[in-house]
């Protein structure tokens, strides 16, 4: 609450306007010419040229909610663990401010996929991920038992917890955890990785981003669930197909640093970099 008060008053003495959630707002003590917005919808962002985010991984997968539907930038500051997402931490916020005010700061664009489920060859669900949508068994009791399927054709069938469909985006986040490979934002692809597979072949599968990738729960067993980043669910009816692909619309993330991934990845895993000397000059 203390990082959003400094943020919202540095921004209001250099003649910005500020938009609050009034839900939000309430444990706030801000000044009256903060705007309070009612509902959370993307229309609150109608006229803003920046969304500005404080919390954690989850709480910028929130944000990212409304910066996709709106297309207005986002920038998130970290006062998580992680922050993959975030491009300031706490200690940064007078100069995030400043570079706000002055627009000293560039925009780019994060590759999104589309979700639809089908059943009985019907569509039943259509979602969206920044990070992965995940197709998981609904109960410890049994394995999840899925054949996955990449641009219209078989790939392997196994007994497993389940399948993460990822964006390079993702492969910090459920990816990661779940064994599969870190891939620089800027490359285009599209990450299909199994949850602790009862199987010889089942390692993690990185496709064009044109793909289409697909996984099918097999009828006989007790329905899944699929999850989209982490926040939205929905029960998957027995025999489901999700099929995933490139999202139509991308999260614009707006950038502070010119620090290479490298660098952040180096950071935010506390990686030992001791001994290293670099290329001769």
Known sequence: MRSAELVVKGLLRSGIGVRVLEAEALDLPLPDEVQLVKEATPQCLDGCELLIV????????????????SGVPMLGVNLGRVGFLAEAERDDLDKVVDRVVTRAYEVEERMTVDVVVHSNGDIVHTDWALNEAAVQKAGAEKLLEVVLEIDGRPVTGFGCDGIVLSTPTGSTAYAFSAGGPVVWPEVEALLMVPISAHALFAKPLVTSPDSVLAVEVLPHIPPGVLWCDGRRTVELPPGARVEVRRGAVPVRLARLHHASFTDRLVAKFALPVSGWRGAPH
């Open 54 to 69: 404080l919390g954690g991984d989850g709480t910028l997968l929130r944000g990212a909610e409304f910066a996709r539907a």
